[in-house]
């Protein structure tokens, strides 16, 4: 079902993923993040296969030549030519210098694996051009070879789930999820920190100067052991619900991919129901949805997040029922908020507009759509939620996020992937496995 949309939205959105165009691939949004960004680009393809199939294809073909040896995509692709607009810039990773890592300057880490995933779907909008591209017969060895890297590197916890090893690969950077095993992390990086973001965004609407300063001091971690995940040598060690369902999700996607250029489907379906069946190892049946674990300390990490929630995007979901009364419940949905909130807003420390602690993230709540959608429940609440979206992203110029309960826009306008998702609910329902 597709959702009502205001008559101008869609011209608004394109303007948007215009405007952010850089060649070859879209910035999240220009000034705040003058890079590219890998998850980033798996949403920003979602919306741009409406309009440009050919330029979805070329977004994520983009970010996969910036792949390494080992299989994995970076978080970020750096424009040398924009290094003092972003910190940490390619002089702190100096990855040219990795003999793994492309000729492209990227980061060591990585992000949460949509990108298999948004390949089918991009496939799908225009199946013509995607076979006149070859696009999928390109796309499938690399994309095989990035959850290679995922199941052989980084399998820290021995359950069969991914691990981050800094909070900037869940893409959630301070969610409360994090807290307890960031403060065993020092605060003195012999990096000095640049805050270029503070001059796109309110210093209230982003991390504070010590997450920032534990921050940089696991990235000096992390690049100085090589970005070696098999050392072990990490001092942040966590499986992320998110991280690992949308693995599951692009790994269903993979097989359809498999399927259609000729190739056996059952190791990537069999993977997706191995990740699925794992996942259970994070709920919490008191909370009524998934947690982090820290592997470090072999504990569940028990706060409610939207990254508990977003399981339900996979089908034979364990635990779905439990999530589905969780979502409809007090903390999240029951109230009727505007959008998704990232975090329980009974907790005592939920902030409604810092960044990961509170407010509604776009494509956090396009996901809980389709999630609700996957389960075949709460059809209203996923078609208010889809109509809060697309009006809140038009009303305010396209938004980072907003406060959940208000709906007043927070962090960076022209957000690329709030326009491409928006712009998606008003082309089509994506399809469930």
Request: aromatic share 10%.
């Amino acid at each position: 079902m597709t959702s009502p949309v205001p008559a101008d939205l869609a011209v608004a959105a394109v303007a948007v993923l215009n405007k952010n165009w850089a060649g070859s691939h879209t910035l999240p949004a220009t000034g705040l993040y003058p890079h590219q960004w890998s998850w980033d680009s798996g949403f920003i393809a979602l919306g741009l296969r409406h309009i440009d199939p050919a330029r979805a294809q070329q977004e994520l073909e983009s970010l996969l030549n910036g792949q390494w040896d080992d299989g994995r995509l970076p978080q970020i692709i750096y424009d040398v030519t924009r290094d003092d607009d972003y910190s940490p810039g390619a002089s702190f990773w100096r990855s040219t210098d990795h003999p793994d890592a492309p000729i492209v300057p990227t980061t060591g880490l990585i992000q949460p694996p949509n990108h298999a995933w948004a390949a089918w779907e991009v496939h799908t909008s225009a199946p013509d051009v995607s076979e006149r591209n070859g696009f999928l017969s390109r796309a499938y060895p690399r994309l095989v070879a990035w959850h290679e890297y995922l199941a052989a590197r980084r399998n820290r916890g021995g359950r069969g789930l991914a691990s981050v090893v800094h909070p900037w690969e869940s893409g959630m950077d301070n969610s409360p999820l994090w807290d307890e095993a960031l403060a065993r992390v020092p605060a003195t990086p012999k990096h000095t920190i640049r805050r270029p973001d503070l001059q796109h965004a309110d210093a209230g609407e982003r991390p504070s100067a010590k997450e920032y300063g534990r921050f940089f001091w696991l990235a000096e971690q992390y690049r100085d052991h090589g970005c070696d995940d098999l050392q072990g040598e990490d001092s942040f060690v966590l499986e992320d619900p998110t991280f690992n369902a949308l693995w599951a999700r692009s790994e269903l996607a993979l097989a359809d991919i498999a399927r259609t250029i000729g190739n056996d489907p059952a190791p990537h379906e069999a993977r997706a129901q191995e990740l699925t069946d794992a996942l259970e190892t994070l709920f919490d049946s008191e909370l009524g949805l998934y947690v982090a674990r820290d592997v470090t300390t072999d504990s569940l990490v028990r706060k409610a997040t939207i990254s508990g929630i977003i399981p339900l995007i996979l089908p034979r979901l364990g635990g779905a029922q439990a999530v589905l009364r969780t979502l409809m419940g007090p903390g999240f949905l029951g109230n009727k908020p505007y959008m998704m909130p990232s975090y329980d807003m009974r907790a005592h420390d939920f902030e409604s507009a810092q960044y990961w602690r509170g407010p509604a993230w776009f494509n956090m709540t396009w996901l809980v759509i389709l999630g609700l959608r996957t389960q075949g429940a709460h059809e209203s609440e996923a078609q208010r939620l889809a109509t809060n979206l697309q009006q809140l992203a038009l009303q305010h110029g396209f938004p980072e996020y907003v406060d959940p309960i208000t709906g007043t826009p927070h962090g960076t306008r022209n957000f690329s992937w709030t326009a491409a998702l928006a712009l998606d609910l008003s082309h089509s329902e994506i399809a469930t496995p």
